[in-house]
């Protein structure tokens, strides 16, 4: 009950987390200090430190518990769907896009190692694999997600370049923004330009798609996002995941669509996965979903992703997933691509587990009934070797996270 007094005082959820666990938790423990001081009991100030490690973990998730409560209440998805969405949006310094459960899960993952359950419901396929026989027109590469280099320098092997040689396009997954908020915003990702001129070490940035479609997109809040997508568009890029712009049409003929199912913020303006449909074009050739989903450092989907997936790719032609830092499955549906996450691309965290990563190239065509499908597929592990400030990229035909 005191805990739940406290938390409805404030209006910002951070404030309602750390009023309703540090008020009555200084309440208890000075009236604990008093009872033993009155019971006469030695060494009064060990025996309550004890007492109140133990009590700490309900200290620490029951707020969590009364957040999440509180969004389910108040309908925190509604935000999505707001016609007022081009306009700046109350931001929160500290947010998750997860109910309680999955926070302390991914928490746990981060602390001790990624989850592998789940391994036997889903299935690599092999890594130069032949989908459908087709004339070949256009040749996309996908790499993992771009996390901010942290002030390291990312060197990119001579492998990985000539893997990605005969590609037309490059799509990738621009995990941040450029500019920061005008709050602090915890876990914000804030990338530097340089990123960028390293990324066009594969192709011209004219020939390079990034989506902005995901949880840290909206970091910097709406006019940081549109300023954003301006300076990436100054400099070359193409830029999908926006509400008003989610996908781009490359040579009149693929149709690529940018989604998110997460936000660590509330707002209107990026692509949610719920709306991607509305995306879908019925006269391009190809409808490719670059969808951000899934759940962090699980190296395998869950049941109920599993069949999430199935249900969107019954409309898509291909899926290519991202968001989890981690590779997971690259496989079929109906003898549809779908890669559940590429994993990570390059980050500057020195966490080794955050250092592994997919690169994937597929070609497009028609089949002999002229309808487009995807032909071949080649796809490689990739892994980020971090030596003091040096970022060495490369790619492995083996999963280094278990060699």
Same mark, same amino acid.
């Given at each position: ?290 969808? +951000?989903? /899934?759940?962090? $450092?699980? %190296?395998?989907?869950? &049941?109920?992703?599993?069949? @999430?997936? *199935? ?43 955050? +250092?592994? /990563?997919?690169? $994937?190239? %597929?070609?497009?065509? &028609?089949?002999?009934?002229? @309808?487009? *499908? ?30």
């Amino acid at each position: 009950m005191m805990m739940e007094y406290f938390f409805s005082i404030p209006k910002k959820s951070v404030h309602r987390y750390f009023l309703s666990n540090s008020v009555p938790a200084s309440i208890n423990f000075s009236i604990m200090i008093g009872i033993h001081y009155l019971m006469g009991t030695p060494e009064i100030f060990t025996t309550v430190f004890a007492s109140g490690l133990a009590s700490l973990p309900y200290y620490l998730l029951f707020p969590l518990k009364l957040l999440h409560e509180l969004k389910h209440k108040q309908n925190f998805l509604a935000y999505r769907d707001d016609p007022n969405w081009n306009r700046n949006w109350k931001m929160d310094t500290f947010s998750t896009p997860y109910s309680v459960e999955d926070f302390l899960l991914c928490v746990k993952h981060n602390i001790f190692s990624p989850s592998n359950k789940h391994k036997e419901l889903s299935k690599y396929m092999p890594q130069n694999s032949s989908l459908n026989k087709i004339e070949p027109k256009i040749k996309f590469g996908f790499l993992g997600d771009l996390m901010p280099l942290m002030g390291c320098n990312w060197v990119i092997s001579e492998d990985s370049k000539e893997f990605f040689s005969d590609i037309d396009y490059l799509v990738c997954n621009l995990e941040g923004v450029l500019y920061k908020a005008d709050i602090f915003v915890a876990f914000s990702l804030l990338h530097t330009e340089e990123i960028l001129l390293h990324l066009q070490e594969f192709l011209p940035a004219e020939k390079i798609i990034l989506s902005l479609a995901n949880n840290h997109g909206a970091d910097g809040g709406y006019t940081n996002y549109k300023k954003t997508v301006s300076r990436l568009r100054e400099m070359g890029f193409k830029v999908i995941g926006g509400r008003d712009d989610a996908s781009l049409k490359i040579n009149d003929a693929v149709n690529i669509v940018a989604a998110t199912k997460w936000s660590n913020q509330a707002h209107g303006y990026l692509s949610f996965l719920e709306h991607s449909d509305k995306h879908f074009d019925p006269n391009a050739k190809f409808n490719l979903l670059f969808a +951000h989903w /899934g759940y962090e $450092l699980e %190296l395998y989907p869950r &049941p109920e992703f599993i069949d @999430e997936a *199935k249900n969107y790719i019954s409309k898509w032609g291909s899926i290519i997933g991202h968001h989890s830092h981690m590779p997971s499955p690259v496989t079929t549906v109906n003898g549809k691509l779908l890669a559940y996450s590429l994993g990570n691309c390059v980050t500057g965290l020195g966490f080794n587990h955050f +250092h592994h /990563g997919i690169a $994937l190239k %597929l070609e497009l065509g &028609p089949d002999n009934n002229n @309808e487009w *499908k995807v032909g071949e597929v080649n796809w490689r592990y990739s892994c980020i070797k971090k030596v003091k400030k040096t970022l060495n990229y490369d790619l492995s035909e083996e999963f280094q996270w278990f060699s």
